[in-house]
């Protein structure tokens, strides 16, 4: 069973910066692609951000492209989320995910449907 724990959300003003950390366990970290989702109040979780199992590949989808940083530690089991310039718009719950991957380990992936597992989120408020 994989264990997916997200903190370093908070409180910050319009402008500020943020860094999410998605500590992982139960598993061989380098297996797994990784990603980043939010879920402001509604129904839909919405893309942020993925990284492949290799490291090498990112993507981000346009509302965070340019200030918004993924990567990962696989030393550490650990994938960030740097967040500069915050909006309030990025206002929401930000859920880590992770994919299990055998073959293409450079693949990322932007759907919410193609992770396998997920951690309990942090919030993330900013004030405008």
């Known amino acids: 069973q994989v264990q997916l724990v997200e903190s370093g959300g908070g409180l910050v003003q319009a402008g500020g910066s943020l860094r999410l950390s998605c500590a992982a366990s139960?598993?061989?970290?380098?297996?797994?692609?990784m990603g980043w989702f939010r879920q402001a109040p509604g129904p839909e979780r919405e893309f942020a951000a993925a990284i492949s199992a290799s490291g090498g590949n990112s993507g981000y989808s346009d509302s965070v492209k340019g200030r918004f940083t993924i990567s990962r530690d696989d030393a550490k089991n650990t994938v960030y989320l740097q967040m500069n310039n915050l909006k309030a718009e990025d206002t929401a719950v930000y859920y880590c995910?992770?994919?299990?991957?055998?073959?293409?380990?450079?693949?990322?992936?932007?759907?919410?449907?193609?992770?396998?597992?997920w951690g309990q989120g942090t919030q993330v408020t900013v004030s405008s």
């Open positions: 139960g598993h061989t970290f380098t297996n797994y692609a």
């Open positions: 995910a992770a994919k299990s991957v055998t073959f293409y380990r450079g693949t990322r992936y932007m759907g919410s449907h193609d992770y396998d597992y």
